[in-house]
């Protein structure tokens, strides 16, 4: 268990690069919620005390001092033994090709010099600072929406993609048939030893007395809510949405783009939770990274296909997630960009 007063996190950050290669460790090819099904049923009633060795996640934004969003823990048990916990299912690992950096910017309404929302293209007196991906995840303020897009696909949807990205869930514990009041509803990290398949369960916040004793019985149940999937779809597609623009330095006014537009608008004013399904979101091709921020705030990369097959460009959002490029038409000069990139290291590739 971890409270607020563990340590911040060293941010878990690679080594030197260079080139235009972005060596991104790639996990997870879909939104995939984690599991919480233990190999056996006698791992979930076996807690431990321990101290705390190490933490390491993303820092909060700023450098402020904080909770990290833990993505490992390493114990030391009192038997002397460590016992590491980290993500609780890895994917593939691959590697993305640096194409372009995408700048922050501004766009106003066509025939006009007045500023509008890149999302429901109104002009409002005020513009909100945007952050491309969620600032919680690292994003960098990138653009400017109107309040009710910012606001709303803030609280609606861009926790759920935290929640996601940090493979956090929201819990409920019951003890001796007592059900904890509301307010005992806690955010979990999930985290498995690779080696044993034991998992943890993170506490994020301050853990009550009551809450600890309950962890620390032989036995509790555990109610749980994963993220939610189409919550986490419009959040992605809404950077996606909004990366596009900036890469493109307009806001397109083609079928498509009117698509997402309103399926974002359907999503920021839906009931919390109710996040109306997209077709667009659940087009986009997701990947994370585990290896902390890397690159540029937001940039444009590709991935090269096996067998000679059409790459993928993708928007690096933060350098933490991958997002596909969401319109049909490819981003000018991308193709060229990797061209130019194969024929400078290799060669015997750029004439196959
Ligand atoms: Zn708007």
Redesign the pocket.
Known sequence: MVDGAAGAGDGSAGGGRSGSDLPVELFHRALVGPSLRPASGDIARTPFRGQIRRVSGRRSLGGKRGQPAIDEIVFDLPDGRAAAFGPPDRGETGTLVFLSQIPRGTFTKPGSDEDM?P??L?VPAALKKEHVPNGSLGGSHMTY??E??NNGLGSKVEAALQDWFDHAITASFEHDGEVLGRRRVLKIYFRRNEDTGAFALVVDGDVTPDVEQILGSPEFRMRYQEAQQRACGIALLKHAYLAACLFLRSVPDHPEARVMRADLIAARDAPKGQAPASDAAAALKVYRSHVGRQGPPLALVAQQAEDGAAPTFLISLAGVLFVSWPFADLPPGAWQRLRQDAGDDTEEEASA
């Open positions: 929302c999302i429901c109104a929406t109107c009710p897009c």
